[in-house]
């Protein structure tokens, strides 16, 4: 596993004023994510995790503290900067996928290209192309109305990777799934992070997902409470991750190769 | 991302078609009540601007527009003759007749003399016949209108005799004259011959139309007319203003059309804003999904006015293809003649309705450059 840290936090503060009133829903967060590594990021809800993730994405901006991703200080960018950074770096994916509703499924997989300056009729074939290597070649030409929740979401997840971003981050990722899509969404997330050069940070509170984890961050109260390699505290309940990741490596190794190596020539 | 905007725009198909009917709506009613407003207001001034060769028209300094006549006596038309400047003065009678056909059919009609010697006081165009024709004895021509109306689907056929406040005429002639404010048809005679077929009074000269001399100024002239006789000396544009200004200020008509008007702003202004800002909310989640992947602020308010030109040129060009086949469907329908659809009103409504996608994405363009992209992040 790759030791390099893909995000670093330090001393992270966030305020929200409502009014006179001031909440603290961060209080000094520490963390690094390394890339080739799942990090899923849980705990209940109101504790923070999304407001971390909008922090280290950039979109928000901390009220103390600094973040570094791939050692880009985001403090140091500003305005279409940051925007700039997200769009070249940073791949998302949402709870409720966020397709754009007139538009197939090649052409929202290909919209961080257009966002970079790519006419649609340049991106789309890339596009169709990590697509395809997700099994989604018979669907490209349909609009997300016509798709299956979990086929929507490997159109989110296409969207996230096609431009070949370091770190992927993902809202909830099976919140909207039955249980069976849900862990087929989650294996190919599992592939995508086995790229030594990307790391990827879950949020959610879906225990039946944690399998899938490398690391573990637990959040409560706007701080963390462990942050621990999967398996160190709950290999009773889910297998080991260590074990999994080697019967996932071999598995995967075949569709990871041309899925990450066609993400990353995007 | 200008494509993508597009798609999004035409993939909601029923705001879509909204947002076009919308600014359809407002277009066709703006330049079409537009259009005929002006085209009525230009009519209160039809006879004003259908004689060419005078540029001065003098009358009763108590005249406020064309349809008011108080006669002067004739021995005027030479003071003006008098006046230095004065290239040339002759007299021009205004008047209403009643024309009676041998069907019985009866109309009034406006009645106008024109000088007897130089036809001055004649419109520019003739339809069939000559103007000089018009110095045979009772003869008289009369505009299309009056024809259609006496004869309703019969071709012109010259000689033939009508009654004019019970005294016979005889048609030598159509004319194209400018339709008056009052829709009666025009009939033109000699100044004598109208003097003959008017009711007797005892002053009978409506006007008396001159021209100013070669390099002189048609107003310098005007006003020393005006300084010279005490009459009421007009070049043709003023008279015209004033006969327009008349109608303006004493009737209901602009604040008819005006009301008209503003609604047609505002009924189009509401829809298309109500519609546009209905989209861009139902939207907002994947507008804020584009912001959080790194679609900058610039590229979205890009996008939003490039929805609303398309919105716009759509509607507009719609909404003056329905104004522009209206007026060309009305051609023939003599009481519309005269009503087109002109250059500048089509700019101006361009304009209005460039405003009314102005406000219509103002607070929807408001509303996606604040949006916080963390939303996406809120299930």
């Known amino acids: 596993m790759s030791a390099t840290v893909a995000v670093s936090t330090r001393g992270i503060v966030k305020d929200f004023e409502s009014g006179d ?39 928000l901006t901390p009220t103390a503290g600094t973040v570094n991703v791939y050692g880009v200080d985001l403090g140091s960018l500003r305005g279409q900067d940051k925007v700039a950074f997200r769009r070249a770096r940073l791949g998302f994916i949402f709870q409720q996928y966020n397709l754009l509703p007139a538009l197939t499924a090649a052409e929202n997989a290909a919209l961080p290209l257009v966002a970079a300056g790519l006419t649609l ?38 969207r996230a990777l096609v431009h070949g971003p370091q770190l992927v981050v993902c809202d909830e990722p099976t919140a909207a799934l039955d249980a069976h899509t849900g862990l087929t969404v989650m294996e190919t997330l599992r592939e995508i992070a086995l790229d030594p050069g990307r790391a990827v940070l879950v949020v959610t509170h879906d225990s039946r997902i944690f399998r899938y984890a490398d690391r573990i961050v637990r959040m409560s109260d706007g701080r963390i409470e462990s ?37 990353s020539h995007a | 991302m200008g494509e993508i905007a597009l798609r999004m725009l035409l993939g909601d198909r029923a705001k879509y078609l909204g947002l076009v009917f919308g600014i359809t709506f407002a277009t066709l009613l703006m330049s079409q009540q537009v259009s005929i407003f002006i085209g ?46 004065v290239e040339w003065a002759v007299p021009f009678f205004k008047g209403l007749g009643v024309v009676r056909a041998p069907g019985g059919i009866m ?83 000699r100044y004598t011959e109208a003097l003959r077929l008017a009711p007797g009074e005892r002053n009978r000269m409506s006007f008396v139309l001159a021209r100013a001399a070669g390099g002189e100024d048609p107003k310098a002239v005007a006003q020393r007319i005006t300084a010279q006789t005490g009459l009421q000396a007009l070049t043709s544009q003023e008279f015209q203003w004033r006969s ?17 008007v503003v609604l047609g702003f505002i009924v189009g202004a509401a829809v298309a804003g109500q519609t546009f800002y209905l989209f861009v909310l139902e939207n907002l989640r994947q507008f804020g999904a584009l912001k959080a992947i790194g679609v900058g602020n610039r590229q979205i308010l890009g996008m939003v006015l490039l929805q609303a030109l398309l919105v716009a040129f759509v509607g507009f060009s719609l909404g003056i293809g329905l104004s522009a086949a209206f007026f060309e469907a009305t051609s023939g329908v003599t009481a519309l003649r005269g009503f087109i659809l002109r250059t500048e009103v089509i700019a101006a409504t361009g304009g209005a309705v460039a405003l009314i996608l102005a406000i219509a994405s103002f607070a929807s363009l408001r509303k996606v450059l604040v949006l916080d992209p963390a939303i996406v992040f809120r299930g």
């Not at chain 2, 009358?59 to 021995?75: F, N």
Request: aromatic share 4%; charged share 25%; glycine share 8%.
């Open chain 1, 21 to 59: 009133a001031t909440a603290r829903v961060l209080h000094g967060i520490d963390l690094d994510l390394r890339a080739g590594e799942l990090t899923m990021l849980v705990g209940p809800s109101g504790c923070g995790k999304t407001t971390l993730l909008s922090i280290i994405t950039g979109i």
């Open chain 1, 121 to 158: 009729k340049d991106a789309v074939p890339r596009a169709a192309e990590v697509l395809r290597r997700m099994d989604m070649g018979a669907h490209l030409d349909k609009t997300p109305s016509h798709l299956s929740g979990g086929q929507q979401q490997r159109v989110a997840i296409a």
């Open chain 1, 227 to 263: 942050d621990q390699l999967n398996g160190e505290t709950h290999h009773e309940t889910t297998p080991p991750a260590a074990h999994w990741h080697a019967a996932a490596r071999r598995r995967a190794a075949g569709v990871r190769d041309s899925l990450l190596d066609g993400a």
């Open chain 2, 40 to 85: 009525l207001m230009a009519r209160t001034a039809s006879q004003i601007l259908d004689v060419r060769e005078a540029d001065i028209w003098v009358m009763d300094p108590r005249v406020q527009y064309i349809d008011e006549i108080k006669a002067l006596p004739d021995k005027q038309l030479a003071r003006v003759r008098g006046v230095p400047g």
């Open chain 2, 107 to 189: 109309q009034q009609v406006i009645l106008l003399g024109v000088d007897d010697a130089t036809l001055t006081g004649r419109p520019p165009q003739m339809i069939h016949g000559r103007w000089e024709d018009l110095k045979q004895p009772d003869a008289m021509i009369m505009d299309r209108a009056g024809w259609e109306f006496t004869w309703p689907g019969e071709p012109f056929q010259p000689g033939r005799v009508i009654e004019i406040n019970d005294r016979r005429v005889v048609v030598v002639g159509l004319a194209e004259a400018s339709p008056p404010f009052v829709t009666f048809p025009v009939v033109f005679t």
């Open chain 2, 244 to 260: 327009i200004n008349h109608y303006l200020k004493r009737t209901g008509i602009p604040i008819n059309f005006g009301i008209t």
